[in-house]
């Protein structure tokens, strides 16, 4: 199996950062991309922002020039680097990793557990 823990959220003031991290473990056979999601109330979860093992990324026109995703393939951690918060951007963040196990070598989508972001005055 494989584990998503997530880091880094809080309560930020419009205009200010915040960075999350997630780190992957377990029997992680190869990791095809890793992305987050966010979910705020009432709303769908959506993808947002999405790294391939290639390190090329994608994101949403919402948060271009103000987030960054990048990762650290030695740790099987991604980083999302949130500058410039909006009260919009307040939401439930995801990580999530898209990757094959030693024990089962057809990809699938695993989570994390989420955590909560807010951009308040």
């Known amino acids: 199996q494989v584990q998503l823990v997530e880091s880094g959220g809080g309560l930020v003031q419009p205009g200010g950062s915040l960075r999350l991290s997630c780190a992957a473990s377990g029997s992680i056979f190869s990791l095809y991309r890793m992305g987050w999601y966010r979910q705020a109330p009432g709303k769908q979860r959506e993808l947002f922002a999405v790294i391939l093992s290639d390190n090329s990324t994608n994101s949403a026109d919402s948060v271009k020039g103000r987030f960054t995703i990048s990762r650290d393939a030695a740790k099987n951690t991604v980083y999302l680097q949130m500058n410039s918060l909006k009260p919009e951007d307040t939401a439930v963040y995801y990580c999530?990793?898209?990757?094959?196990?030693?024990?089962?070598?057809?990809?699938?989508?695993?989570w994390g557990q989420g955590t909560q972001v807010t951009v308040s005055s």
């Open positions: 999530n990793a898209y990757t094959g196990t030693w024990t089962s070598r057809v990809p699938r989508d695993y």
